[in-house]
């Protein structure tokens, strides 16, 4: 019996394979095209395998594939003039058995207009704007966003220019007492040679004029200083002092994700599939993993305050 160790996400799975001349053999073909199963029925490869016009079955055979979640679950692997085909024999999977039904349709569980209305918007100060409804402004963001209320959205088409990927600052949260918001937004584009943008300039005196009792826009960049600074080379970079008046910029230091994913990685080396007590501390130590944690943890202390 072959043993394969490879991935299969549904029931039935198919890989191109390229015609091979040991394969195209007559008495190959001829004695591979019938097959006895166990129960001592007679089954055509054929009518099992749905085929391409001019594909010819060749041979088939059962086999074990190690899946990542039931572990080894057996199948009948078919081979043709054109690939490999895998059918499973065995599908005791949650997303085949699983039959329970729901009465609630779980694309309109979150209503994004009912979400603004909740935190009081729109307001004389915001107003939700439809410019991204497919998603042509920044695929990445929402189709409704909720931007300042003097600001057009010829205005917001400019400043996305200057905004890695479109991003525009967009109001993620406000005060219900107060109103002090929290905007999120990518990079600025300013590159090495510096470039500024009068329209985003403008943009964010705006935000921060809608909140009379706050005489200064706080920017808070999740990177550190050094990445911010090596994201120059790449046409990124931060808002500087000379351009954004009366903005003060924090670096909170938190690493990219793929530092991110590195670090976590180590921490499961550490754990799984046996801990090293004599050397639990060095070792966690090691992953970085607390640092990370903790300046995320200072992230919302300082956006708190």
């Not at 016009?53 to 572990?71: H, L, Q, S, W």
């Not at 209305?117 to 966003?145: M, S, V």
């Not at 009068?198 to 960049?221: A, F, G, M, S």
């Not at 966690?284 to 607390?290: A, D, F, K, P, V």
């Amino acid at each position: 019996m072959l043993i394969l160790n490879v991935v299969f996400l549904g029931r039935v799975s198919s890989m191109a394979s390229a015609p091979t001349s040991k394969y195209n053999s007559h008495s190959l073909e001829n004695e591979s095209i019938k097959r006895t199963s166990r129960d001592g029925v007679n089954r055509d490869m054929g009518e099992a395998v749905p085929r391409l016009p001019g594909e010819t079955p060749i041979t088939d055979k059962e086999v074990i594939y190690i899946c990542p979640f039931n572990g080894p679950i057996k199948g009948r692997v078919y081979i043709t003039n054109y690939r490999l085909y895998l059918r499973s024999l065995e599908t005791p999977m949650f997303a085949f058995l699983n039959e329970e039904k729901f009465n609630v349709d779980g694309w309109t569980v979150y209503n994004p207009v009912e979400e603004y209305r909740r935190q009081g918007l729109p307001n004389h100060h915001w107003r939700i704007t439809f410019i991204n409804k497919c998603y042509e402004l920044c695929d990445t963001y929402p189709a409704l966003l909720v931007v300042p209320y003097r600001a057009a959205d010829e205005d917001l088409r400019r400043v996305a220019t200057f905004r890695s990927r479109n991003r525009i600052p967009v109001l993620s949260w406000i005060h219900p007492e107060n109103k002090t918001v929290i905007v999120r937004c990518s990079q600025p584009l300013v590159g090495m040679s510096g470039k500024r943008n009068k329209d985003d300039e403008k943009y964010l005196d705006v935000i921060r004029e809608t909140n009379r009792q706050v005489n200064k826009l706080t920017i808070y960049d999740a990177r550190p200083n050094v990445n911010a600074v090596a994201n120059k080379a790449t046409g990124g970079g931060y808002e500087s002092d000379d351009a954004y008046h009366n903005a003060e910029l924090f670096f909170l230091d938190i690493h990219n994700i793929h530092v991110m994913r590195e670090s976590l990685k180590k921490v499961k080396d550490i754990v799984y599939p046996n801990v090293e007590e004599s050397h639990w501390l060095s070792s966690l130590e090691s992953t970085h993993w607390l640092e990370h944690i903790k300046a995320s943890i200072l992230l919302g202390k300082h956006v708190c305050l």
